[in-house]
Nanobody
Framework: VHLVESGGGLVQPGGSLRLSCAAS????????ISWYRQATGKERELVAG????????NYADSMKGRFTISRNNAKNRVYLKMNSLKPADTEVYYC?????????WGQGTKVTVST
């Protein structure tokens, strides 16, 4: 199982970014995927999740209305579109899946929201 995040970077407050999570090593379309984020010195927190077929999504309250999770099963990718970014969104973002009760994480992509 291999997950690789990309798309992070520096963006001004109010700006947008789209993160991508590329998956391999498992039958991608059979598993839900989640995005988490973690700031230095803090616990990792759930951002959003999407079901295997993409028919069901869930979001942390602070991200509702600003972030959108989606997936393309033909490309083995999950996306996180982030709008109206705030300095408080400055964190490392990770994608995660769970197979047979084991969690698999990517290496993360850094998002910095700053002037």
């Amino acid at each position: 199982v291999h997950l690789v995040e990309s798309g992070g970077g520096l963006v001004q407050p109010g700006g947008s970014l789209r993160l991508s999570c590329a998956a391999s090593g498992f039958t991608f379309s059979n598993y839900g995927i989640s995005w988490y984020r973690q700031a230095t010195g803090k616990e990792r927190e759930l951002v959003a999740g999407i079901s295997s077929a993409g028919s069901s999504t869930n979001y942390a309250d602070s991200m509702k209305g600003r972030f959108t999770i989606s997936r393309n099963n033909a490309k083995n990718r999950v996306y996180l579109k982030m709008n109206s970014l705030k300095p408080a969104d400055t964190e490392v973002y990770y994608c995660k899946t769970q197979l047979l009760s084991k969690n698999y994480w990517g290496q993360g992509t850094k998002v910095t929201v700053s002037t």
